[in-house]
T-cell receptor, first 111, second 115 residues
Framework: QKEVEQDPGPLSVPEGAIVSLNCTYS??????FMWYRQYSRKGPELLMY????GNKEDGRFTAQVDKSSKYISLFIRDSQPSDSATYLC???????????FGAGTRLFVKA | DADVTQTPRNRITKTGKRIMLECSQT?????MYWYRQDPGLGLQLIYY???????NKGEISDGYSVSRQAQAKFSLSLESAIPNQTALYFC??????????????FGEGSRLTVL
């Protein structure tokens, strides 16, 4: 079993929809929960991260962590065609340096 | 210019050939990494280096070697390429002072095809 599971999609939504991207994990030591965005033919870039449990909001993006369920989510409100990309969840424990990535979910937002 | 530069961006080679992928960075970071990306598998760590004298194996180092020529340069070699090494390879850097999340800064990738 992988430490981090993520549905690879693809996920196709109309412009303006609310998008929900999710990951599950098995390692209870993870404390940093990150979302990277990767455009086609580009390297991943950090979108946002959360430490421990709770929510974090940045504009149209909200990251949620539920440590009791070992489940994290990224919500995108009012999705735009420019949001079309692959979204990778990633996790790390405190003091460690290894970042463990999910497989990435490919998102298409149709105009 | 990009902060993390990878060369070549695309390479097609034959089984048994030696291949080197190069990475250079202008971010001034000490830590450098090589990842491999395959569809459905995400990013897997091949090798990492915390400074010029420090080289460590990652999850999938078999068939690969690395060289840290300087703080800013980290190269990945496939001594004898095989078809299942066909993948997208990323170099990344991080700064130990960037906080607990350890944000990774990636290059644009090197697509390698082994025939």
């Amino acid at each position: 079993q992988k430490e981090v599971e993520q549905d690879p999609g693809p996920l196709s939504v109309p412009e303006g929809a609310i998008v929900s991207l999710n990951c599950t994990y098995s390692n209870s030591a993870f404390q940093y929960f990150m979302w990277y965005r990767q455009y086609s033919r580009k390297g991943p870039e950090l979108l946002m991260y959360t430490y421990s449990s709770g929510n974090k909001e940045d504009g149209r993006f909200t990251a949620q962590v539920d440590k009791s369920s070992k489940y994290i989510s990224l919500f995108i409100r009012d999705s735009q065609p420019s949001d079309s990309a692959t979204y990778l969840c990633a996790m790390k424990d405190t003091g460690g340096f290894k970042t463990i990535f999910g497989a990435g979910t490919r998102l298409f937002v149709k105009a | 210019d990009a902060d993390v530069t990878q060369t070549p961006r695309n390479r097609i080679t034959k089984t048994g050939k030696r291949i080197m992928l190069e990475c250079s960075q202008t971010k001034g970071h000490d830590r450098m990494y090589w990842y491999r990306q395959d569809p459905g598998l995400g990013l897997q760590l091949i090798y990492y280096s915390f400074d010029v004298k420090d080289i460590n194996k990652g999850e999938i180092s078999d068939g690969y070697s690395v060289s840290r020529q300087a703080q800013a340069k980290f190269s990945l070699s496939l001594e004898s390429a095989i078809p299942n090494q066909t993948a997208l390879y990323f170099c990344a850097t991080s700064d130990w002072t960037s906080g607990g999340a350890g944000e990774l800064f990636f290059g644009e990738g090197s697509r390698l095809t082994v025939l």
